[in-house]
């Protein structure tokens, strides 16, 4: 994923304004989301503040940077988060990268974040119930 970014003829400080802009997107749709918006309501009590890590987190993630020094998974272990909210978080997020960056960092970002929802569900869903879904609990 990184390679594919450092090929790509996007200059630094570019690729900073357009993750910054990415983010605050994806904030702007996931708040307005009926499904995901009640739980960044409840999670996130300044948003400001937020977005800034999460910026740092995705130009960590793209650009190599080192501001953010955290590990996001932990971070989420805690939400209220359902099976259904990861196909949803992902479309938002790849809708904003698209509308955001340029192609190939875009690109770049959506192939992350699928990875990074493969990982958390996994993560905070290792279990199948009776019907063979993804469950906290084993069924």
Not at 24 to 39: H, N, S, T, V
Not at 119 to 132: I, N, R, T, V
């Amino acid at each position: 994923m990184e390679a594919a970014v450092k090929e790509a003829p996007v200059d630094d400080e570019a690729a900073e304004a357009a993750i910054r802009a990415c983010v605050k997107r994806f904030y702007e749709k996931g708040d307005a989301d009926p499904m995901l918006g009640p739980i960044f309501a409840k999670s996130i009590p300044e948003l400001a503040p937020h977005l800034e890590i999460v910026a740092n987190f995705w130009s960590h993630a793209l650009l190599g940077t080192t501001r953010y020094q955290g590990t996001p998974f932990g971070v989420h272990v805690n939400l209220p988060i359902e099976v259904e909210h990861f196909g949803r978080w992902l479309s938002l997020f790849a809708e904003a990268a698209k509308e955001t960056m340029p192609e190939p960092l875009a690109a770049a970002a959506i192939a992350r974040a699928e990875h990074m929802t493969q990982c958390f569900q996994s993560g905070l869903f290792p279990f199948k119930d009776a019907e063979g879904r993804p469950s906290k609990l084993p069924g």
